[in-house]
């Protein structure tokens, strides 16, 4: 959202974003860069942990989203809309494209709405640091080393963390962790959640961050041959951007829809399976999963993924689809 701000920025528009808690400080550091962009906080809805079994996750987020917003749909069908921005490509998601612009997607046989594709439009780091973990990529092989990041929310138990440690360290593959444990705690002690000796076994293969590292720039390295990820849109626009295969690890909300899309439609991931609904994912389904990812013998995924970078790519250009649309829309709105 903030990158398709900054478009709009550049082009001389004043831009207001809606956001709901929490403040991020990045948030603060775009206000700072960026006058011309503003943000407002959304109040947030209070929803019990248990109030969504993990079973059949998707029907059931639907219905909390019906009955909490129980005028949703009356002021959705009250709003009169001239089109949507999506940030993705033509290539991207053709047949649903297809089904919008075919007016399957519309209730009560109402005339579809243009849908803009001005994507993929992927985050200009906006935080210093992470060179260190640049110049560690630096040192390792072409398409070696298989990179772990659940988001900015994406925060996992301590056993799960223990889990992925022996994983890792069963694989006998290169990593990259990006490591953050549902604690208060900052700065957390790697040699006290981790599985005793993890850190030094695999010292001259894995390195292991404490909460960040500068994603875009990781996954378009020449040394990361993979990407476990929690489905997050960013990410895959980012890993997809970057040539990467992914293994689809989803977390909440809709990574899970992105999680079908991505296994089943694209085909550019692998899924998680063993565990993922039961709160704990094993060791041996992420050993698995990573040796799979990074097999040679990849049945076709990463030929299918640099497809999917050129075409992503060559819709940015100038002249791209993306970018032609984008130009579009921007003279439209100053008519």
């Not at 059931?60 to 490509?89: K, P, V």
């Not at 072409?142 to 799960?160: R, T, Y």
């Not at 990006?178 to 599985?195: F, I, K």
């Not at 895959?236 to 989803?250: F, K, N, R, S, Y």
Request: charged share 20%.
């Amino acid at each position: 959202m903030v990158e398709l701000g900054k478009l709009f920025v550049h082009h001389g528009f004043n831009v207001t974003i809606l956001l709901i808690p929490p403040p991020h400080p990045f948030i603060a550091s775009v206000s700072a860069s960026n006058p011309s962009i503003t943000f407002r906080h959304l109040p947030m809805i209070d929803l019990s942990p248990d109030s969504v079994p993990s079973e059949y996750h998707e029907p059931y987020q639907l219905e909390l989203i019906r009955l909490h917003t129980l005028n949703l749909a009356h002021a959705l069908r009250s709003i009169i809309t001239e089109g949507i921005i999506l940030n993705s490509d033509e290539s991207l998601e053709p047949r649903s494209l297809k089904a919008i612009s075919d007016g399957l997607c519309m209730p009560n046989a109402a005339p579809p709405v243009p849908v803009h594709c001005i994507g993929p439009l992927i985050m200009s780091e906006g935080r210093g640091g992470g060179d260190d973990c640049l110049k560690w990529l630096d040192a390792q092989p072409e398409k070696s080393v298989v990179f772990l990041c659940f988001g900015s929310l994406g925060l996992l138990s301590a056993e799960q963390l223990r889990e992925i440690a022996v994983g890792l360290d069963r694989s006998g593959h290169r990593f990259l962790w990006v490591n953050r444990l549902v604690s208060a705690t900052p700065e957390p002690d790697l040699d006290t959640l981790l599985p005793p000796g993890f850190l030094e076994r695999t010292k001259d293969r894995g390195l292991v961050l404490k909460s960040w590292a500068p994603q875009a720039a990781v996954l378009s390295h020449g040394s990361v041959g993979g990407f476990v990820t929690h489905c997050g849109w960013n990410s895959v626009l980012e890993a997809v951007c970057g040539g990467v295969p992914m293994v689809a690890w989803p977390l909440y909300a809709e990574q899970r829809l992105n999680r079908v899309f991505l296994v089943e439609e694209l085909k550019l991931a692998i899924p998680i399976d063993d565990g993922l609904d039961k709160g704990v994912v094993s060791a041996a389904e992420v050993e698995r999963r990573v040796r799979e990812l990074m097999s040679d013998d990849d049945d076709g995924l990463r030929e299918r993924v640099l497809r999917a970078k050129y075409e992503s790519v060559k819709a940015m250009r100038e002249g791209g689809s993306s970018d032609s649309v984008l130009i579009e829309l921007v003279n439209a709105w100053k008519k």
